[in-house]
Nanobody, 127 residues
Framework: QVQLAESGGGSVQAGGSLRLSCAAS????????MAWFRQAPGKEREFVAS????????YYADSVKGRFTISRDNAKNTVYLQMNNLKPEETAVYSC????????????????????WGQGTQVTVSS
């Protein structure tokens, strides 16, 4: 399996930016499609963005298109989420996840499709 560890969360004002990182263990990082999800208290976990194994394809929730960018650096075993123009309603715990099944290669948008999860990092956006 792969171990995932998120970092980069924090508190920002509305309209601010954060860059999250997810560092993965092992030498097989490039065999996993990766995704970011978020979950606020009392809310269901929701899909934010995903990326194919090579990084050639990316997918976004409609609510974040144009503001968030997912990327990966397979040489560094790291996936990133650049978040711009953050909104208060996007306050949540953000988690990265890995899918070991190569068939869909990042196209899955529900949490059950992903096998491995990081512990999450808190993002708080104040007005």
């Amino acid at each position: 399996q792969v171990q995932l560890a998120e970092s980069g969360g924090g508190s920002v004002q509305a309209g601010g930016s954060l860059r999250l990182s997810c560092a993965a263990s092992g030498r097989t990082f490039s065999t996993y499609a990766m995704a970011w999800f978020r979950q606020a208290p009392g809310k269901e976990r929701e899909f934010v963005a995903s990326i194919s194994r090579s990084g050639s394809n990316t997918y976004y929730a409609d609510s974040v298109k144009g503001r968030f960018t997912i990327s990966r650096d397979n040489a560094k075993n790291t996936v990133y989420l650049q978040m711009n123009n953050l909104k208060p309603e996007e306050t949540a715990v953000y988690s990265c996840a890995a899918d070991r099944d190569p068939f869909f290669d990042g196209t899955k948008r529900y949490s059950g499709a992903y096998n491995y999860w990081g512990q999450g990092t808190q993002v708080t956006v104040s007005s």
